[in-house]
């Protein structure tokens, strides 16, 4: 009984919740962006092993899977579509993409919140490297709905990676 009290300390009974969280852009890699860190949505935080099959002469029961390199997919950003007075540079950069094809990468962060006694501290955090726009679109205008206008972007990266906190 006492080794599963001991466990019972060691797994977290209440896992993190998803509806605390911010993403900060990194221009340059260094200076974060003041504006773009509210989002709605952050999906594509995922990364496969990219495995290549041999098959060794002689053996038919079984072939080798090997590691070959690993792929991510694309960071998905959603938020209301902005309408503030100070430009966003999110939007500049975007513009950039799409209109002159010119090229920005900067480092994004994604952090995790939780609420601790009411103070809200970070608890994890996934650092995307040199992303830049890939797509971009705006939710459809409807004049039967009373809706919010959904800007989504997506993020290409070389690599991310969790940092503990």
């Known amino acids: 009984m006492e080794a599963l009290e001991n466990f019972k300390s060691i797994v977290d009974p209440n896992p993190a919740l998803s509806h605390r969280f911010g993403v900060f852009f990194f221009a340059g890699g260094?200076?974060?962006?003041?504006?773009?860190?509210?989002?709605?949505?952050?999906?594509?935080?995922?990364?496969?092993?990219?495995?290549e099959t041999i098959d060794s002469g002689g053996q038919n029961l079984h072939s080798y899977r090997l590691p070959n390199k690993v792929n991510y997919n694309n960071l998905v950003l959603e938020r209301g579509f902005s309408?503030?007075?100070?430009?966003?540079?999110l939007t500049i950069e975007i513009n950039n993409t799409f209109s002159r094809f010119k090229f920005s990468p900067s480092n994004v962060l994604v952090t995790l919140y939780e609420d601790v006694h009411g103070v809200t501290l970070p608890i994890s955090a996934w650092l995307f490297m040199k992303?830049?726009?890939?797509?971009?679109?705006?939710?459809?205008?409807?004049?039967?709905?009373?809706?919010?206008?959904?800007?989504?972007?997506?993020?290409?990266?070389?690599?991310?990676?969790t940092i503990a906190i």
Do not use: C
């Open 131 to 161: 992303a830049y726009p890939v797509k971009w679109s705006v939710s459809t205008f409807d004049a039967h709905a009373n809706t919010i206008v959904i800007d989504t972007m997506e993020l290409a990266y070389t690599r991310f990676q």
């Open 30 to 51: 260094v200076l974060p962006n003041p504006i773009d860190f509210r989002f709605q949505k952050v999906s594509g935080l995922s990364a496969e092993v990219q495995t």
């Open 83 to 89: 309408k503030g007075i100070i430009p966003s540079p």
